[in-house]
């Protein structure tokens, strides 16, 4: 218990899925916890559950101003922020040749810009007293995917944009790390729309169906992310950490 005793961290999507694990496992390892979501109620949602300190706000990470203004609100309430999870995103299924030019944009928009613009202003609110940002990215950065052309291409950058943020704090004499962890394919409400099922499908009946061993669940990657946001892992930077059961690279896309 404790793991993150009184750091606060601030989560993107942290209105369902991997977000809201995170921010209940950090909760409960001593961490004040920024829950953000581009969906308010939901933000309000696992604030609410979480109790105590935490708060909820509203972010777009695609718009620079709501960037400023969460940090702003952060600064407000605690002082500073101690670590920032970037999990927010978007997933759609194409190949290269039926993806259309909107939704190629539409997916760089939200899993790169967004990153950039978190990565950013996490960086100028960290620099002077230290920091730590954590960065979703995905097997598909190590590998490619076909049926997900776009997804893939911007994890890639995610793993890109992570290592150069490291490069520029360790450079520039800043204590901030920067880390990415790659999942194979989590089985959150994202997940299951592009199985055709409802986000309220029974996710523990999916569990122990033959396809079950095929997903990394919200709870593993929550872990990795307690690990990360740790002081145990204080002497690891522009890392980035498959999280995948090796499945990924086993199996036909």
């Known amino acids: 218990m404790g793991r993150v005793q009184d750091k606060v961290v601030m989560i993107t999507g942290a209105g369902s899925g991997a977000g809201?694990?995170?921010a209940l496992l950090l909760a409960k390892?001593?961490?004040k916890i920024i829950a953000t979501d581009a969906n308010f109620e939901t933000a309000k949602a696992t604030a609410a559950e979480i109790g105590g300190d935490a708060i909820a706000l509203p972010l777009n990470i695609t718009r620079e101003e709501d960037w400023v203004a969460a940090f702003a609100a952060a600064k407000e309430k605690f002082g500073h922020v101690d670590v920032l999870v970037n999990n927010a995103g978007i997933l759609i299924q194409a190949s290269i040749e039926y993806m259309s030019f909107e939704d190629w944009q539409k997916t760089l928009n939200v899993n790169v810009t967004g990153y950039y613009l978190g990565c950013k202003h996490g960086v100028i609110n960290m620099k002077e007293k230290g920091g730590n940002i954590i960065n979703m990215g995905?097997?598909?950065?190590?590998?490619?995917?076909p049926n997900y052309f776009a997804y893939a291409a911007a994890k890639s950058a995610v793993v890109s944009l992570t290592r150069s943020v490291n490069a520029h704090a360790k450079t520039g004499g800043y204590a901030i790390r920067c880390n990415a962890?790659?999942?194979?394919?989590i089985l959150t409400p994202m997940v299951l729309a592009q199985m055709g099922l409802p986000p309220d499908a029974d996710v523990e009946m999916i569990k122990q169906s033959p396809m079950g061993h095929r997903f990394c669940y919200p709870e593993d990657v929550a872990n990795l992310v307690l690990f990360l946001a740790s002081d145990e892992s204080k002497f690891i930077s522009g890392a980035d950490i498959a999280i995948d059961n090796g499945n990924f690279r086993y199996s036909e896309f």
């Open 29 to 31: 390892e001593g961490a």
């Open 138 to 145: 995905s097997v598909t950065s190590h590998l490619g995917s």
């Open 181 to 185: 962890l790659c999942p194979d394919g």
């Open 20 to 22: 809201r694990a995170d």
